[in-house]
């Protein structure tokens, strides 16, 4: 059997009473966003020169190999953008005109030219694209544009009419 030690006992903490918040004049406060902003475009260019070494002593073969890398990520970077721009399509003209079918227009769309470089849809472009092609809610409905014949009227015989032409009815 093993024996438990005795617990410690819980101090309890008084919690200090809170503090007014330190404010800094805008002049200091100027002074520390321009430094910071000085480290950040210092640390850019430091990561920069960095990668660029890393690219200078890389071999033939490590080249090659991360030139394959940056495709592959690119393209699933495209691909993935596009799925998320075809949902975002589909919900924006949802928005604009629930009982249109957004998909039957998907299909005819290059859905590459709404994917930012970061691989992000462009929401903007989505949205003025919806704008362009989706007929707002309750507007006009294009159905059958079929301009055929209405009512009962009877085919034209044209046997009889090539008949009496020829001077034989």
Do not use: C, W
Request: a negative charge; charged letters at 35%; zero cysteines.
């Amino acid at each position: 059997m093993s024996e438990s030690a005795p617990e410690a006992p819980v101090e309890e903490t008084e919690q200090a009473p809170e503090a007014e918040p330190e404010t800094f004049d805008a002049e200091y406060v100027k002074k520390l966003r321009a430094e910071a902003a000085k480290h950040r475009t210092e640390a850019r260019a430091a990561t920069a020169e960095l990668e660029k070494q890393r690219k200078a002593s890389m071999t033939e073969a490590e080249k090659a190999v991360a030139e394959a890398e940056q495709r592959g990520r690119s393209s699933a970077l495209v691909e993935l953008g596009e799925r998320l721009v075809r949902s975002n399509y589909i919900a924006e003209a949802a928005r604009r005109n629930p009982e249109f079918d957004a998909a039957s227009v998907l299909d005819d769309l290059n859905l590459r030219r709404f994917v930012g470089e970061d691989g992000e849809p462009d929401a903007k472009a989505i949205a003025a694209s919806v704008e362009r092609l989706v007929p707002p809610a309750g507007g006009p409905k294009f159905g059958n544009a079929d301009q055929g014949p209405r009512g009962a009227a009877s085919a034209p015989d044209f046997n009889a009419e090539l008949r009496r032409a020829a001077g034989r009815a």
